[in-house]
């Protein structure tokens, strides 16, 4: 279970601290999130909502897996818990009127193998997620 708990703590970090790095500090990425002057305030409201559950969640899950006795319901909460952000990540186009990327800047955001990076991010942080848990259960 050692190295799976190590793979949930690395995708709950990223998934905490990605989002406020990616969406609020660097400026290429924080320019076309939190301080796009286009974005209307109620947008903000949610980028920044967005990046304080990412953070929660992974305060949580780093705490289960590493405050407490872990057991395999505190790992398999924290998996969830990591993965959460992730999974709402790929659900969200879903929506109508979502895109991966503003219209501004679909020229200048990478698309590795064709695939949206956020989405490329989010498949790779799902999938070390799903084989971590794979580790402890089977």
């Given at each position: 279970?050692f ?12 998934g ?8 609020a500090v ?13 974005w ?15 953070f ?5 899950a ?9 057991s395999l ?18 659900m ?5 009127g979502?895109a991966?990327s ?7 955001n990478?698309?590795?193998?064709g ?13 070390v ?7 402890v259960?089977?």
């Amino acid at each position: 279970m050692f190295i799976a708990k190590w793979m949930i703590a690395f995708v709950a970090i990223y998934g905490g601290l990605g989002g406020l790095i990616f969406d609020a500090v660097i400026p290429s990425t924080a320019c076309q999130h939190i301080r796009n002057p286009k974005w209307p305030p109620h947008a903000k409201f949610h980028n920044g909502q967005t990046m304080l559950l990412g953070f929660c969640n992974a305060a949580i899950a780093i705490a289960l897996l590493f405050a407490l006795p872990l057991s395999l319901g505190s790992f398999l909460l924290a998996a969830a818990l990591a993965e959460a952000y992730f999974l709402c990540m790929l659900m969200a186009p879903v929506f109508p009127g979502t895109a991966w990327s503003d219209p501004e800047f679909v020229a200048i955001n990478p698309k590795p193998f064709g695939i949206p990076v956020q989405k490329l991010l989010s498949l790779l942080a799902s999938a070390v997620v799903l084989i971590a848990v794979l580790i402890v259960i089977v």
